[in-house]
């Protein structure tokens, strides 16, 4: 059982930026693909980031390309997401997820296994 545990979040104005953490004790975080999302009230869970289990190759959603940065310490079991020029309209819950050992990095949820209770973030105008 991996239990994810998030901090970061909190609220800011529109233009600021913002860093999330998603660690975890258990010993094979570092050998998994760790993803993030979001959610909003009354809309669907989306993909926001996600990075492989060597820290190479993340990917991105659209909307957040060259704003967000996703990246991770295996050394220190953490993940990261800097958020930049955070818009209004990125309130939401944020949630990270963990991949099974080795897989692929993915931007479907339904390829994640355990996931974390979620971090709000507000963002104001």
């Known amino acids: 059982q991996v239990q994810l545990v998030q901090s970061g979040g909190g609220s800011v104005q529109a233009g600021d930026s913002l860093r999330l953490f998603c660690t975890a004790s258990?010993?094979?975080?570092?050998?998994?693909?760790i993803g993030w999302f979001r959610q909003a009230p009354g809309m669907e869970r989306e993909f926001v980031a996600a990075?492989?289990?060597?820290?190479?190759?993340?990917i991105y959603a659209d909307s957040v390309k060259g704003r967000f940065t996703i990246s991770r310490d295996n050394a220190k079991n953490t993940v990261y997401l800097l958020m930049d020029s955070l818009t209004p309209e990125e309130t939401a819950v944020y949630y990270c997820?963990?991949?099974?050992?080795?897989?692929?990095?993915?931007?479907?949820?339904?390829?994640?296994?355990?996931w974390g209770r979620g971090t709000q973030v507000t963002v104001s105008s």
């Open positions: 997820a963990a991949a099974p050992s080795y897989s692929s990095t993915t931007d479907r949820p339904r390829y994640y296994n355990y």
């Open positions: 258990e010993r094979t975080f570092s050998e998994r693909p």
């Open positions: 990075i492989s289990w060597s820290g190479t190759d993340p």
